[in-house]
């Protein structure tokens, strides 16, 4: 399904600190500047170093998974965190990107699930539209699914439940094939 690091922005503003340093450093060399110039640039050097690898650990060990059923965070370098959210939970979902972030691509992903006070967000996604729908999608086919297991001891009959599979394809829910694939299935039940 989805399994997404940050947006590489995330890691943009240690690599520019550590940039305007060592660019600090190059013109300090060329203009012989004095002797605490240089040791104040060596510790602006570390610092920013520091703070690009710590960053980076962060990046490669935060990750958000989307699969069939849940939504799963996991984030931390030595100690670690993670959560899990099931799409059954879910009540609503969105996006926001500023503008800054649609020309790059980058956005935050927003759920509320049952239980919590308020929306969680997802921050600094790749593509957060595409994860928005991704979950989305998988949302309604989880609950297709349930309907259609609910409506098993209910029994309704083959030609509604194909019209109700025709009716998510049309909606972009399930693709084309999905719905052939399944209406196939069905049909051959009769």
């Known amino acids: 399904m989805v399994d997404v690091r940050p947006h590489w922005w995330y890691l ?3 690599v520019t600190a550590l940039v305007a ?7 300090s060399a060329i203009e012989s500047a004095p002797g605490w110039v240089s040791w ?4 602006g050097l570390g610092l920013a170093t520091l703070w690009l690898v710590t960053r980076y650990l962060r990046w490669v060990t935060t990750r958000l998974v989307v699969t069939n059923s849940r ?6 370098i030595v100690a670690r965190s ?3 959210i099931p799409l059954s939970a879910l009540t609503d979902i969105g996006y926001r990107q500023t503008i ?8 935050n992903v927003l759920i509320e699930s049952a239980g919590r006070d308020s929306q969680e967000s997802f921050p600094d996604l790749p593509n957060p539209e ?3 729908n991704v979950i989305f999608t998988q949302m309604q086919l989880l609950r297709a699914g349930q309907a259609n297991w609910t409506a098993a001891a209910g029994a309704p009959s083959i030609p509604a439940q194909i019209d109700h599979l025709d009716q998510l394809r049309r909606r972009g ?9 399944k209406k196939v299935e069905l049909l051959n039940r009769l």
Request: proline letters at 2%.
């Open 40 to 43: 104040l640039l060596l510790v």
């Open 21 to 27: 340093v060592i660019g600090g450093a190059l013109a």
């Open 82 to 84: 993670g959560r899990e």
């Open 130 to 132: 595409l994860i928005h």
């Open 100 to 107: 800054f972030e649609r020309i790059i691509g980058a956005g």
């Open 173 to 181: 829910v399930i693709t084309d094939q999905e719905f052939e694939t």
């Open 71 to 76: 939504i799963i965070e996991q984030r931390g």
């Open 12 to 14: 943009s503003a240690p």
